[in-house]
């Protein structure tokens, strides 16, 4: 069951030993609590993904005006009435 805290939702998760020890440790290191940790490390993860998604967008409408802008030229050339 999720309780309302602030802001934020109390979950119940299960990590492998080995993460669990590595997140105490970066949680004490960064004198934070092991629920903060996890949070401001998924919001990293969650931060990268929006930037590779929008990356990937940008270069896709790039590619995209690129080619209209190739396609168009000789019209847009024969129109200004330009040669070739």
């Known amino acids: 069951m999720a309780v309302q805290n ?7 998760i299960s990590l492998p030993p080995d ?3 590595f997140t ?3 949680a004490e290191r ?8 996890v949070g401001r490390a998924l919001a990293r ?3 990268a993904e929006e930037e590779r998604l929008a990356a990937e967008g940008y ?6 005006a690129s080619e209209f802008a190739s396609a168009s030229a000789p019209a847009v050339a024969e129109a200004l009435g330009h040669d070739g």
Do not use: H, N, P, W
């Not at 960064?30 to 940790?37: E, H, L, P, Y």
């Not at 270069?59 to 995209?64: D, K, P, S, T, V």
């Open 45 to 47: 993860l969650r931060a």
């Open 19 to 21: 993460l669990l020890e």
């Open 30 to 37: 960064d004198k934070t609590s092991r629920s903060q940790f």
């Open 24 to 26: 105490d440790r970066q």
């Open 59 to 64: 270069r896709f409408y790039a590619q995209e």
């Open 6 to 12: 602030g802001g934020a939702r109390k979950i119940t």
